[in-house]
C-alpha cells in the first residue's frame, strides 16, 4: 500500500531563517506531487505541484521553492522565512488528475 | 473548476445519518464531484468521488441529483471520530488538471 511521510511535524523558525520540509511516498511510482499551506483558520492553498523529476509549477508567488531531487521525494525551501509564511503546510499526491492523498502535515511557527 | 455551496456549519446525532449537502449549479459535463474531509490538525482525507451515478464505499454515499447540480454526502451512522470539516469539490479529470480548490466546507459536529 501507498504511504506519505512528512516531516517535521512541528517546526519553529524565527524571521529571516532558511527552511527546509519534506516530503516521500513508498509504495508508487512516478506520482504527481503537490505541496498545500494552509494559514489559521483558512482553505488550503496550492503552493506547487509536480509532474516528475525536476518539474515543478508554481501556483503562486512566494518566498517559497520547490525541488523534486528524486521521484517520490519533494522539498519545499525558503532562504529567509516571513512571519506570513506560518502555517499548516502539506504534502499529496496522485498518480492521475483524480482523487489526491495527504500527508500528515508540518505545523510551522515563523516567530 | 464550477464553484461549490456548502453550508458552514451542521450538528449531527451520534449514530444518526449525517447527510451533507452542495450546491454546483455550474457544473459542467466532464466535470467530477468529490468529498473530503479534514479532522482537526491533520491532512485532508480522500472520502468519495462521481460523475453522475450514485456512489457508495466502506465510509460513505455520493447521492448525485440528476441534473447534477447538487449532490449530498451521506455517512449512514455518524460516531465522534467523523467530527471534522467536509469538503466539497467539483473537478475535471482532464490532462493538466492537478488543482483541487478547498472552499469553506461544512464543520460537521457529531454529538454524543
Known amino acids: 500500500s501507498q504511504t506519505i511521510h512528512q516531516w517535521p511535524a512541528t517546526l519553529v523558525q524565527p524571521v529571516g531563517s532558511p527552511l527546509s520540509l519534506e516530503c516521500t511516498v513508498e509504495?508508487?511510482?512516478?506520482?504527481?506531487l503537490y505541496w498545500y499551506r494552509q494559514a489559521a483558520g483558512r482553505g488550503l492553498q496550492l503552493l506547487f505541484y509536480?509532474?516528475?523529476?525536476?518539474?515543478i509549477s508554481s501556483e503562486v508567488p512566494q518566498n517559497l521553492s520547490a525541488s523534486r531531487p528524486q521521484d517520490r521525494q519533494f522539498i519545499l525551501s525558503s532562504k529567509k522565512l516571513l512571519l506570513s509564511d506560518s502555517g499548516f503546510y502539506l504534502c499529496?499526491?496522485?498518480?492521475?488528475?483524480?482523487?489526491?492523498?495527504f500527508g500528515p502535515g508540518t505545523r510551522l511557527t515563523v516567530t | 473548476d464550477a464553484k461549490t455551496t456548502q453550508p458552514p456549519s451542521m450538528d449531527c446525532a451520534e449514530g444518526r445519518a449525517a447527510n451533507l449537502p452542495c450546491n454546483h449549479s455550474?457544473?459542467?459535463?466532464?466535470?467530477?464531484v468529490y468529498w473530503y474531509r479534514q479532522i482537526h490538525s491533520q491532512g485532508p482525507q480522500y472520502i468519495i468521488h462521481?460523475?453522475?451515478n450514485n456512489e457508495t464505499n466502506e465510509m460513505a454515499s455520493l447521492i448525485i441529483t440528476e441534473d447534477r447540480k447538487s449532490s449530498t454526502l451521506i455517512l449512514p451512522h455518524a460516531t465522534l471520530r467523523d467530527t471534522a470539516v467536509y469538503y466539497c469539490?467539483?473537478?475535471?479529470?482532464?490532462?493538466?488538471?492537478?488543482?483541487?480548490?478547498f472552499g469553506k466546507g461544512t464543520k460537521l459536529s457529531v454529538i454524543p
Open positions: 499529496a499526491w496522485n498518480t492521475g488528475p483524480l482523487e489526491q492523498y
Open positions: 509504495g508508487t511510482s512516478n506520482p504527481n
Open positions: 509536480s509532474v516528475g523529476i525536476g518539474q
Open positions: 455550474t457544473i459542467s459535463g466532464n466535470e467530477y
Open positions: 462521481g460523475l453522475k
Open positions: 469539490i467539483v473537478k475535471d479529470s482532464g490532462a493538466g488538471s492537478y488543482q483541487l480548490t
